[in-house]
C-alpha cells in the first residue's frame, strides 16, 4: 500500500520492512477505537524496537469532535504515522470489516497475527511487547 499522512507524508508498506510493525485501523468516532489508542499511546510503545501505525479512512474531522476526542488525535499524530485510506482501498485489502483491527506485521511487511476489538487489539500489542522483552533477556 502507499497512503497519504495526517502530517502531509506518504508511506508505504515498503516503508515498514526491517522491522516489526503494528498496523491499527481505526476511527475518531469509535469509542473502542478510542480506548486501543489510548492504551496503545501509554504503552511507550517506540521504546519496543518496533513500529506502529494508524490507518483511517480519513474522513474525520477532529474539529467536529469533542475536546477529549481532539486531545487523543494530536497525541496519536505526534507519536505515530497516521495515514489517510480516503478511498477504503487498504481497508478493503487487509478484510478490515469493523474498527479497530490489529495487524502485526514481521520484518518482511507479511502478517503474523491479527485481532479486530478493543482488548483483542491490546493483548495482540502486549505479547508483542513481551516477546521483544524475551529477546532482549529482559
Known sequence: FHL???DGKDMSLA???GASSVLV???L?????????TNLLDQGLPDMGYRLV???RGSEDPTDLPPEVQELDARM???FPVLQDTSGTVFDAYQTTGVPTTF???AEGKIKESNSG???GFQLVQKLAEDVLKQRGS
Do not use: G, H, N
Open 104 to 106: 502485526m506485521l514481521d
Open 54 to 56: 494508524f490507518i483511517t
Open 25 to 27: 485501523f481505526v476511527s
Open 77 to 79: 499524530t505526534a507519536q
Open 118 to 120: 478493543e482488548p483483542k
Open 15 to 17: 516503508d515498514l520492512k
Open 29 to 37: 468516532s469509535c469509542p473502542y477505537s478510542r480506548k486501543l489508542m
Open 4 to 6: 497519504p499522512s495526517v
